[in-house]
């Protein structure tokens, strides 16, 4: 029965878990500690994945034999199923997140290579690019150095001030490699099955890490420039529900109360460390003393 909780754990971490998540607008109003929730997710989610494959052998000898584990040639192979089984979850993500590191890392050369053609050789080592284009567009490009990307449709449309600020939202997100975040995550997304994947996870994750750009952004700029700027660039990217979201919390006053916010993160701190420990207690452990403890000595 372990090997089935664990897969039902595994799709509800994927399926269910994310919905939920999603619904509680709370966590918004903590958005680091929130992105640490959705990561103990997603790793419960893989820890479960990994346990029902190596338990799944392990359970079906012991049906085989009336509830016992018989030493011989059967005992051998379910180990080594067993191993290959996880071993495959393991390799697939590793895959995943080595193809896509690569292929990430590809285009944002032939990016860079193109900024300085546009631009020319005295401007190849700056961090901040100014593009021809008709669309009001500002996005970073990470690595070593990170770019920081306008169009002068951006600079015509916005003020000097909300200039400022949106340069100040991009480039927290370089100091903060928000972008390996989100490849760890685009990497499980990947990895995972189509049917018991969401992207709501991956959704959800990066309109947190806009949040904590924002609020890197507005402790050094004026936050009614850096609200007036977004609204203007509304809708030149992000979906509607995430502008709408964000402006609301730049709207207001700096976040919630400090003691108040100091509740919100440790709630989500221990709902990201009960989503670890709780299955592993619950579950895990009943089977590895069951299993060790019928190993024959």
Not at 13 to 39: C, F, G, K
């Amino acid at each position: 029965m372990t090997a089935l909780a664990l897969t039902a754990l595994a799709v509800l971490l994927s399926l269910a878990a994310p919905v939920l998540l999603t619904r509680a607008r709370w966590l918004e109003r903590v958005p680091q500690a929130a992105v640490v929730v959705w990561q103990s997710v997603a790793l419960a989610a893989v820890l479960a994945a990994v346990g029902a494959a190596l338990a799944a052998p392990e359970e079906v000898l012991r049906a085989l034999h009336g509830g016992r584990l018989v030493p011989g040639p059967a005992l051998v192979v379910g180990a080594a199923t067993a191993l290959l089984l996880a071993g495959i979850i393991v390799v697939r993500l590793a895959v995943a997140a080595v193809r896509l590191a690569l292929d990430t890392r590809r285009r944002r050369r032939r990016h860079l290579e193109m900024l300085d053609l546009l631009e020319g050789v005295a401007r190849e080592r700056s961090r901040l690019h100014v593009l021809a284009a008709r669309l009001p567009l500002a996005y970073c490009i990470p690595g070593r150095p990170g770019r920081v990307v306008l169009t002068d449709a951006t600079l015509d449309l916005l003020a000097p001030e909300e200039v400022e600020a949106v340069v100040a939202h991009e480039l927290a997100h370089l100091r903060a490699r928000h972008d390996l975040v989100i490849e760890a995550f685009t990497a499980l997304h990947a990895a995972f099955p189509r049917l018991v994947r969401s992207r709501l996870a991956l959704d959800s994750v990066n309109r947190l890490l806009e949040m904590l750009a924002d609020d890197a952004a507005r402790r050094t700029v004026d936050p009614e420039a850096l609200r007036s700027a977004l609204a203007k660039l509304a809708g030149t990217a992000d979906p509607k529900a995430e502008i709408e979201a964000r402006l609301s919390r730049l709207g207001g006053p700096d976040g919630p109360a400090a003691r108040h916010r100091t509740a919100l993160t440790a709630a989500a701190y221990g709902l990201a460390g009960a989503v670890l420990a709780v299955p592993t207690v619950a579950i895990v452990g009943p089977w590895l003393r069951t299993a060790f403890g019928a190993l024959p000595l």
